[in-house]
């Protein structure tokens, strides 16, 4: 049961930055502010899934982390090349980025607070309790359908 979330003073840290927040909503405004990236409006302009969200903040760590270790940009710079990538769903509707890129990546967690939003495309990892978001972390679930060949189509 996490629904202690915030007592437990996990912080939802910043896409690009090392910025963290006690509320996903201060972390999309920062990230709007900084570095003219707005999740909120680009999940609604997409009508993302939530599995699309989670794909494709997946994605975006996954890339700064990458990008970060070259070292040869700036973080503005890497903020920049990565937002263009994801007008192109392709890049990061993919399986591999159904897994965190951080362990207890705290604003996956923040998403079910849109739960019902958006059409879940998905449905085959929801069960009748919902949305299970220690599913996605232990990332238990998803390891069973990706090594059962479950993607491979
Ligand atoms: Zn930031």
Redesign the pocket.
Known sequence: DWSGWNEEGQQAV??????SFDQSDKVYE??TM??DFDFVQMRQEMQMSFYQQVKMINYIRRQVHLRNKEGERTADEVATIIIDNLRTSTKWNQPQYYFPTYENDSLLCQLEDKDGLFEPEDTFVIGEDGIDCRAIINHSVLTDLVVGGYFDS
């Open positions: 910043c896409f690009f930055c090392d910025a920062h990230m900084a570095h």
